[in-house]
């Protein structure tokens, strides 16, 4: 019985590292830009640093697909299925990076307002 106890508590306790090691910071392009300015008004620079960061690497990794997304579609393919779906992919793609990067921008415009040095934090 108590053995039993025992191996309980312990899978608990793993499954609880497990959560709580995956609820790391994630970019929300869906969030409005005036609930992330309100928390942005409250953050220290380390905080704004940090999401900055967050959304910058989400915005590469977006970046990133729709290059490949890019490289996949062929002039003569345009009007095939195939060739409307890869359009259609990278024009979400495109929106989305765009709404991540006016996230990011009101994280930049925090830590500048702070006098902060941006270097690093921003997406060409």
């Known amino acids: 019985m108590m053995r039993t106890w025992t191996t309980l508590f312990v899978v608990v306790l793993l499954v ?3 959560v709580v090691a995956g609820c790391g910071k994630k970019a929300d392009e869906d969030k409005p830009v005036a609930e992330v300015k309100a928390e942005a ?5 380390a905080g704004l640093r940090e999401n900055a960061e967050v959304y910058k690497k989400a915005i590469e990794d977006k970046m990133a697909e729709l290059k490949k997304v890019k490289d996949q579609i062929k002039p003569d393919e345009l009007l095939t299925e195939k060739g409307k779906e890869l359009t259609k ?12 990067k006016e996230r990011l921008q009101v994280y930049l415009d925090q830590l500048a307002k702070k ?4 270097k690093g934090l921003t997406v060409e």
């Open 16 to 18: 609880s590292v497990m």
């Open 115 to 118: 006098g902060e040095d941006l």
């Open 89 to 100: 992919k990278s024009t979400d793609l495109t929106t989305s990076i765009n709404k991540l």
């Open 41 to 45: 008004e409250k953050m220290d620079a």
